[in-house]
């Protein structure tokens, strides 16, 4: 009997600030559901990547199979013929090189200068006249897209109504 009298008993704690205690446990809940929807877009693409991998090997091979084919019905042919080298050239003042390093530098005098930009950052003070929210942990686990817009314009409602 004893056991089941210390199952019953509570504790309760005191908090300091329950609203920012409150509003950091949605603004958490909040980023965890972004974090969730970037995982499910990524696991999309990595799927749609591996398909495509799997499609693209399947045409190369094709390929390759008709590129012998192909060879097989083309005479045979002792001459070779050479291309002429053509040497490279600048696409801004048309000026010749003997190598594609010397080009590159060269290339480098018509690259335009780089501009730092600042960043600006603008911090507001929270409002001590909130009232309280009830916030329940979630257990749920979300299985699509929709779900996780659901979830998360909830969160954004209880995060507007501490504001």
């Known amino acids: 009997m004893a056991k089941q009298k210390a199952a019953h008993d509570f504790f309760y704690v005191g908090v300091r ?34 398909q495509m991998l799997l499609k693209l090997d399947t045409e190369v091979k094709e390929l390759r199979a008709l590129m012998a ?6 005479p045979t042919a002792k001459m070779h013929t050479t291309l002429p080298v053509r040497k490279p050239q600048c696409v801004v003042c048309n000026d010749s090189f003997k190598t594609q390093a010397l080009l590159a530098q060269h290339m ?5 200068k780089k501009v730092e930009k600042k960043i600006k950052h603008d911090f507001t003070e929270p409002d001590e006249n909130l009232s309280p929210v009830m916030v329940r942990p979630s257990k749920k686990k979300f299985a699509n897209a929709d779900e996780l817009e659901d979830e998360l314009a909830s969160i954004e409602k209880k995060l507007e109504g501490l504001a």
Do not use: Q
């Not at 084919?69 to 083309?74: A, P, T, V």
């Not at 480098?108 to 335009?112: A, D, G, I, L, N």
């Open 17 to 50: 600030d329950p609203i920012d205690v409150r509003r950091n446990l949605l603004e958490s809940a909040r980023e965890t559901i972004h974090f969730m929807k970037r995982y499910e877009k990524l696991s999309s693409v990595r799927t749609e990547k591996i």
């Open 69 to 74: 084919k192909l060879r097989k019905m083309f």
């Open 108 to 112: 480098k005098r018509h690259e335009p």
